[in-house]
């Protein structure tokens, strides 16, 4: 079967620097999708990965490694308005996008 | 650019009624777009994928007759709930495709702000 795994939740310190792990196993493999979500609201795409390296946009870098099955997504300079739940999405051979449940990222003062 | 825009964006109605949430593309022509439902602290679940002019491929377990899908333009589609009940109740969500030049190609999804259907 298809998977995604994120962790729950994870907590992080304003001003500090957070990574969010992905791992994956799907049926092929055309791209990884990052999306911010906060609570009530709908998803904003954050970012895309298709080769392997980082992707660097602003304070928030997304990490794929192909082979391993495995992306990061690395937040710098924390906001507490960067508090939001975090999708990783994976589009496979048949480009459907199949989605993880989502990191809830909690940021203290 | 790439702007979806839902309406409603709350709906309360009564057991058995129906109710049509509407997801446009205002500044571009989505070739495609997909309705989701979310539960809170549940990840997205896909519930179908429509094309414009044709009919809309549900996931498995999605009942067509219960979740009306019309595309009928390239900016416009609509899921209707049809005689609505509490478990029902849930955040749907639309999203589209068709930017040209997007990050992740013109298959990349921008979401609608979302509708939060409660019925009691």
């Known amino acids: 079967g298809q998977n995604i795994d994120q962790p729950t939740e994870m907590t992080a310190t304003e001003g500090a620097i957070v990574q969010i792990n992905c791992t994956y196993q799907t049926s092929g493999f055309n791209g990884l999708f990052w999306y911010q979500q906060h609570a009530g609201e709908a998803p904003t795409f954050l970012s895309y990965?298709?080769l392997d390296g980082l992707e660097e946009k602003g304070r928030f870098s997304s990490f794929l490694s192909r082979s391993k099955g495995y992306s990061y997504l690395l937040l710098k300079e924390l906001q507490m308005k960067d508090s939001a739940s975090y999708l990783c999405?994976?589009?496979?051979?048949?480009?459907?996008?199949?989605w993880g449940a989502g990191t809830k990222l909690i940021i203290k003062p | 650019g790439a702007v979806v825009s839902q309406h409603p964006s709350r709906v309360i109605c009564k057991s058995g009624t129906s109710v049509k949430i509407e997801c446009r593309s205002l500044d571009f022509q989505a070739t495609t777009m997909f309705w989701y439902r979310q539960f809170p602290k549940k990840s997205l679940m896909l519930m179908a994928t429509?094309?414009?002019?044709?009919?809309?491929?549900?996931e498995q377990g999605v009942e067509k007759d219960k979740f009306l899908i019309n595309h009928a333009s390239l900016t416009l589609s609509t899921l209707t709930v049809t005689s609505a009940h509490p478990e029902d109740s849930s955040f749907y969500i639309c999203s589209a495709s068709g930017v040209a030049g997007s990050f992740g190609g013109t298959d990349t999804q921008y979401f609608g702000p979302g509708t939060r259907l409660t019925v009691l």
């Open positions: 999405a994976v589009r496979d051979s048949n480009y459907q996008l199949i």
């Open positions: 429509s094309n414009e002019g044709s009919k809309a491929t549900y």
């Open positions: 990965n298709v």
